[in-house]
């Protein structure tokens, strides 16, 4: 009977070791991105982007998400390449980032969206000490398919804790203008 339940565990090992983790790949730029597909809450294509004037660089403005204003980066600027160029195959990918003990809807403006991968345990990565054209800290893990790495970006450290909080003036002061303009209109 021992033998049978040692089995067992083993077998459950196994199971667990196997265990596959789901990601959403998509492409920026030349570069294979992925998140985990728990952080996505939805994928949209773009209809029009507010700008925010005086906002960085990568933050490309906000939309309305059924009357919500909901910030979009543009993933390849905030990663320290050039802007994205809007193209047929562009689109937005909604998250979900913890801030505060709050969460911030955010917008992820993305080159095209690729595919749900399933990755095994074991080929999930560390991520580099050094090596990678964008910031370590952005890095969650590194996904190896083949012969190919996919960079697994950690979505509450692609915005730091002072740029959220920037994101966050802006959706309520823009929230906020949007309130004035109705009460006025009235």
Do not use: W
């Not at 067992?8 to 667990?16: E, G, H």
């Not at 390849?76 to 979900?96: D, F, N, P, Y």
């Not at 450290?157 to 966050?168: D, G, T």
């Amino acid at each position: 009977m021992n033998q049978l339940t040692h089995k067992k565990q083993q077998n459950t090992d196994l199971v667990a070791q196997e265990q596959l983790h789901q990601y959403l790949t998509f492409l920026v730029g030349k570069d294979n991105l992925a998140i985990s597909i728990l952080d996505v809450k939805e994928i949209i294509e773009i209809n029009s982007i507010t700008h925010v004037p005086m906002t960085p660089e990568y933050i490309r403005g906000v939309i309305n998400l059924r009357g919500h204003v909901v910030p979009v980066i543009d993933l390849s600027a905030r990663l320290g390449k050039t802007r994205s160029e809007i193209t047929k195959r562009t689109c937005i990918v909604l998250v979900q980032v913890e801030y505060n003990e709050e969460s911030q809807l955010l917008g992820m403006l993305v080159d095209a969206v690729d595919e749900i991968l399933d990755l095994p345990a074991t080929s999930i990565l560390p991520a580099p000490d050094f090596g990678a054209d964008i910031r370590n800290d952005f890095i969650q893990a590194m996904g190896r398919v083949g012969d190919e790495f996919i960079i697994l970006l950690n979505i509450n450290r692609v915005l730091s804790v002072k740029e959220l909080s920037q994101l966050k003036q802006i959706t309520d002061f823009d929230g906020n203008n949007e309130n004035k303009e109705n009460s006025l209109a009235h």
